[in-house]
């Protein structure tokens, strides 16, 4: 394995107090993790140096071909002042799987898993302990060859920041509002919709500025050839109880695989519940909300661990969820994932990696 050089910087920021309202993404430490890639040599000169602007070429590839792939997870100060990761293998397999997709050479899980876990342990002092904060890790790799043509880079950079974030739900567990998207879609089979690379992203701005402006959260995605079949939401992706069956869409390359998804599924099917992973169309979705076995939906992502549904809008049609309350499995599954990830419950799943 690669050492990792550490450089520490000389003018360490001012952390963050708790006036700060810790907007998501707009603080950052003091370090941040670098390694490159070049053609014949692979992955080499990892390394901690101090968080700063990097240069770049106008010409990079990743400025216009969107050569780009990303990760989210989360660092928890635990009740008893441990710092724990939850599950991060999931996320570097994760970011290999989105590698492959986009022509970036794999890089060794294992190594870039302690990478992490170093970078973090420097950091420490960073992660804020309020109830619901956390530090925000956001894993990058960019081609960066000064070479407008199209094709794989033969140059890479991997970096890894970190910021401290405020609690999701500073008011507590309110249920939001979506509505079923029309007009445009996100992904579609054999695209790029199962990896977290840039231009998902910049393909989702557009419905997500018009959600805002009717003063809706996020929308629900249908998928891009039918119309029909449920995808996920916004960031996160949905679950429906529909009756005694607990219904989410199945993967089959158009979704992002979330682990907050997969966490659940397996809590879900450790209490005897029965959870599916199934094609669920917005028509017999919206069947059941009218003969009342709509009994709740949410969504599930790092950033919010679990959002409740309260209100779904699908063009006239109003599904109220609920009483646009928060509904027992949502509330449950919360509690056990932020219960495991700031180590106030036991994790017998083996899921958090404790950082010293
Ligand atoms: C990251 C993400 C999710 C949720 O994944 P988690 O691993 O649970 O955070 C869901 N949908 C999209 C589009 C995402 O980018």
């Known amino acids: 394995m690669q050492e ?6 000389d003018h360490p920021k001012p952390k963050p107090t708790a006036a700060d309202k810790l907007e998501f993404g707009t603080f950052f430490t003091d370090h941040m993790f670098v390694m490159n890639y070049d053609e014949g040599e692979g992955w080499h000169d990892a390394r901690i140096v101090p968080f700063g602007p990097i240069e770049l070429s106008p010409a990079a590839m990743c400025l216009h071909y969107g050569q780009s792939v990303f990760e989210g997870m989360k660092a928890y100060r635990a009740v008893d002042g441990r710092v724990l990761l939850f599950r991060p293998d999931k996320n570097m397999a994760r970011l290999n799987s989105s590698n492959d997709r986009l022509c970036i050479p794999l890089i060794d899980e294992k190594f870039c898993e302690k990478a992490i876990e170093k970078l973090v342990s420097i950091e ?11 530090l925000y890790i956001r894993p990058f790799i ?3 060859d000064p070479h407008i043509g199209v094709h ?5 950079v991997f970096i890894i920041l970190c910021c401290p974030v405020g609690a999701y739900y500073p008011e507590g567990l309110n249920p939001v509002k979506i509505y079923v998207e029309k007009n445009y879609v996100r992904a579609v089979r054999g695209g790029m919709g199962y990896t977290k690379t840039a231009g998902n992203y910049a393909a989702s701005l557009k419905a997500q500025d018009e959600a805002e402006k009717q003063n809706y959260t996020q929308v629900l995605w249908l998928d891009g050839v039918e119309r029909k079949y449920i995808e996920e939401v916004g960031t996160m992706n949905v679950f429906f109880v529909i009756g005694d ?3 989410t869409p199945e993967l089959q390359g ?12 397996e809590l879900l099917k450790s209490w005897g519940m029965n959870v599916v992973e199934r094609k669920i169309s917005i028509d017999e979705l919206a069947e059941a909300a009218r003969n009342g076995r709509l009994k709740e939906a949410f969504g599930t992502g790092t950033a919010a661990v679990i959002s409740p549904i309260g209100h779904l809008k699908w063009g006239d049609e ?4 609920n009483n646009g309350e928060i509904g027992p499995i949502s509330q449950r599954l919360y509690d056990t994932l932020t219960g495991i990830q700031w180590g106030k419950i036991k994790d017998t799943f083996g899921w958090t990696v404790e950082v010293k």
Request: aromatic content about 2%.
């Open 4 to 9: 990792i050089r550490v450089e520490l910087t």
């Open 124 to 134: 420490k002092d960073w992660i804020p302990s309020a109830e619901g904060t956390s």
């Open 142 to 144: 960019i081609g960066i």
């Open 152 to 156: 794989p880079a033969r140059h890479l």
């Open 245 to 247: 069956e607990i219904v």
């Open 254 to 265: 158009s979704i992002l695989p979330g682990i907050t998804r997969m966490s659940s599924i």
């Open 318 to 321: 109003i599904m109220d969820i």
